[in-house]
């Protein structure tokens, strides 16, 4: 069993920046592929960043390559998500997700979820 909490988000004017975390319990995270993904209003869930359990390799969504970046941190079972030039449109509820030894972007490869937390960008 995993336990994903995340920080971060907020209110942010365009063109800001912040930075998601993403603290897991457990002693397997590097087994884990970590996951971003978001859910704005009246829309679906949608993949946004991930970080694969193995090679340290990286998948982004088009709408955020070259702003956003993730990383992780191992050794204190953490991923995170630096989130540049936010555009009104990157606004949503931001999720971080665990897959057990996946390489995928699809949300049912995900086993365990964090809380969300709300992204606001102002125009």
């Known amino acids: 069993q995993v336990q994903l909490v995340q920080s971060g988000g907020g209110l942010v004017q365009a063109g800001g920046s912040l930075r998601l975390s993403c603290a897991a319990s457990?002693?397997?995270?590097?087994?884990?592929?970590m996951g971003w993904f978001r859910q704005a209003p009246g829309k679906e869930r949608e993949f946004v960043a991930a970080?694969?359990?193995?090679?340290?390799?990286?998948y982004y969504a088009d709408s955020v390559k070259g702003r956003f970046t993730i990383s992780r941190d191992n050794a204190e079972r953490t991923v995170y998500l630096q989130m540049n030039s936010l555009k009104p449109e990157d606004a949503a509820v931001y999720y971080c997700a665990a897959g057990w030894l996946v390489d995928s972007r699809l949300q049912r490869a995900y086993n365990y979820w964090g809380q969300g937390t709300q992204v606001t960008v102002s125009s």
């Open positions: 970080s694969l359990w193995s090679g340290g390799s990286t």
């Open positions: 457990g002693r397997t995270f590097s087994r884990y592929t």
